[in-house]
């Protein structure tokens, strides 16, 4: 418990402290027009209240990320907390907050623009590709997730079937309307539910009489128990949304188009990134405490087949009560629901971006938005887990993109770009061990040493290349 405890004072911590001084080092100006005014089309850019803003962004970066992600990654044992904790204060944060500014600063331009400003025009066609592919991974995974879960809590004349055609409509409504008219309206009620699910577990946590076995005494090494789930690189891509997530870069462009003032950017930005961290803390000492122990856990996951959603189930049901329990799953519903309709949007204004299609019509939001839509009804029909095994690199690998370009900003702008540039180079060792180690055919299936060395030796190389290049006074361009 004194550990658990320890964790969340810690993140409190981290947004007052390292907030505030991720905010300095980027250098606010709260006199500077935003985007939202100077931008202005009722549909993009619109000035919405700041905890409208707040309660989008939160759930935009949420989704099933920092449930599922945390109760998979805990199985890795104590060093989860550790990751969670430092991961949200030194990376997650900074990534969500530096990359939202440098789309204020560009009058609110999409994550492609922002990285190909910084890093190239290669990396900008590359990242193009990158991120309009991962928006719409997320929007068929997003689909397939919520409507599984409300199938198994409605009459079978309400079917999976039924609730994937009913979600893919809405997500099309949510892609194409204004985002006053539905998404600022409804989130509010959502991200109420979510954090309700949260304080609630939290509680039962802190003052229910349960024990929360972390098991530090024993060492951070995994609780897996066998050669293939180190806990390096493999937690830190299994724990994403709750620690630092690539995709996060991608929603908060939409969000700094309806953001009022630069001094909002941290409550906002910092503090959604830093929510959802308490979100995963609070499910992964939930899932230890509520099985009894790591080796519990295992035991629960691999005997249920729902596995992670099958859990979540009872222990809101079993925590909360019925009612309680109810609004909890209601939360982890619209959690994923309200990450991939904003998916969605977000690879239409990166296409609409880079294709210089204009979004005030209807039709012209139609046009840039039906190949998307297509597209991810064909992904829809693979098999989910290959979808949600690529996912989860591709959004850390995202993540890379996005701290080494905010490195080359924050450098060529004469600020402390270390901030972002330590993160930038942990993270791309993490994601080239992964890919390296993790088995065929997701990955190459090296041994854990090469694999490890090999990603070393890539980010010293890139590391060396980006000091060369901002050495002689260069834009940190990586390809050609």
């Avoid at 700041?50 to 962004?57: H, S």
Wanted: charged share 10%; aromatic share 12%.
């Amino acid at each position: 418990m004194t550990a658990f405890a320890l964790s969340l004072v810690a993140l409190v911590a981290g947004y007052i402290v390292y907030g505030k001084f991720a905010e300095r080092v980027f250098g606010i100006d709260p006199a500077r027009a935003m985007p939202s005014e100077t931008g202005r089309d009722g549909v993009d850019f619109v000035p919405l209240p700041t905890w409208r803003v707040f309660l989008i962004q939160f759930l935009n970066i949420a989704g099933l990320g920092p449930i599922f992600g945390a109760i998979m990654g805990v199985m890795f044992g104590p060093a989860a907390f550790l990751w969670i904790v430092f991961g949200t204060i030194f990376a997650g944060a900074v990534h969500d907050f530096i990359s939202a500014m440098m789309s204020v600063r560009g009058g609110g331009i999409s994550l492609p623009e922002i990285v190909g400003n910084e890093l190239g025009a290669g990396v900008r066609q590359t990242m193009r590709l990158f991120s309009m592919a991962l928006l719409i991974l997320v929007g068929a995974v997003f689909v397939i997730t919520p409507a599984g879960l409300l199938s198994s809590m409605t009459p079978d004349a309400f079917g999976t079937g039924f609730w994937i055609g009913a979600i893919f409509l809405y997500y099309v409504l949510a892609t194409l309307l204004p985002v006053d008219k539905l998404i600022a309206r409804f989130y509010p009620l959502f991200g109420f539910a979510l954090l309700f699910m949260a304080a609630g577990m939290l509680f039962v946590l802190l003052f229910g009489g349960h024990d929360i076995p972390v098991g530090f005494s024993d060492g951070l090494g995994s609780r897996y128990g066998d050669a293939s789930h180190p806990v390096f690189p493999m937690m830190f891509v299994s724990i994403a949304c709750g620690a630092i997530s690539g995709f996060h870069a991608t929603q908060s462009p939409m969000m700094a188009r309806c953001l009022k003032n630069e001094r909002l950017a941290r409550p906002v930005f910092y503090g959604a990134m830093v929510a959802e961290g308490f979100v995963a803390l609070v499910w992964a000492a939930a899932a230890i405490a509520f099985t009894g122990g790591y080796d519990a856990l295992r035991g629960f996951m691999a005997a249920n087949p729902g596995g992670a959603g099958a859990l979540v189930k009872e222990i809101s049901v079993g925590w909360l009560g019925a009612a309680g329990g109810l609004l909890a799953i209601l939360g982890v519903v619209a959690a994923p629901i309200t990450t991939g309709d904003t998916a969605l949007r977000s690879a239409r204004l990166i296409a609409a971006d880079f294709l210089h299609i204009g979004q005030q019509s209807i039709l012209r939001r139609l046009l840039v938005s039906v190949p998307i839509f297509a597209l991810t009804a064909l992904l829809m029909t693979i098999d989910f887990n290959v979808l949600w095994r690529y996912f989860a690199w591709s959004n850390q690998t995202l993540a890379v993109f996005t701290l080494w370009a905010a490195s080359a900003y924050l450098r060529r702008s004469g600020r402390f770009y270390a901030i972002t540039m330590i993160p930038a180079m942990f993270m791309t060792t993490v994601c080239t061990a992964y890919i390296l180690f993790a088995p065929r055919p997701e990955g190459f299936g090296l041994t854990w040493h090469t694999a490890t060395g090999i990603a070393l030796c890539v980010t010293t190389a890139v590391s060396a290349l980006f000091a060369r290049l901002i050495r002689v006074g260069q834009r940190a361009t990586l390809l050609p």
